[in-house]
């Protein structure tokens, strides 16, 4: 079965931090770009991050630069997301998804990303 499972979610106060990931089951991860996505309440999936599977490309949401790193581990079929410096807006439910490439305006081409994972929620309040 082909899959994307994300793990790494929690409770953490604002300014804290939090490491996500991303595990491919059922296929290599080293071939596809991943991009993050996220989710809160009563709002649309936005992109968070995206990387490349094959050069050195990786871009972020204006909202977490400087903030969020993502990295991947082809050796364990992982893609994770560093999460640094929280605040409540950053509370949602976070997704990965693969995709041949990070398209031009990522953030934007959710619909370009296939087999969504479950999702694991990020919750950032004191």
């Known amino acids: 079965q082909v899959r994307l499972v994300e793990s790494g979610g929690g409770l953490v106060q604002p300014g804290g931090s939090l490491k996500l990931s991303c595990a491919a089951s059922?296929?290599?991860?080293?071939?596809?770009?991943i991009g993050w996505f996220r989710q809160a309440p009563g709002k649309e999936r936005e992109g968070v991050s995206c990387i490349n599977s094959s050069d050195d490309f990786e871009d972020y949401a204006d909202s977490v630069k400087g903030r969020f790193t993502i990295s991947r581990d082809n050796a364990k079929n992982t893609v994770y997301l560093q999460m640094n410096s929280l605040n409540p807006e950053d509370t949602g439910v976070y997704y990965c998804?693969?995709?041949?490439?990070?398209?031009?305006?990522?953030?934007?081409?959710?619909?370009?990303?296939?087999?969504w994972g479950q999702g694991t929620q990020v919750t950032v309040s004191s």
């Open positions: 998804a693969g995709s041949l490439f990070c398209p031009p305006d990522w953030t934007q081409r959710v619909y370009e990303f296939a087999n």
């Open positions: 059922g296929f290599t991860l080293d071939v596809y770009a």
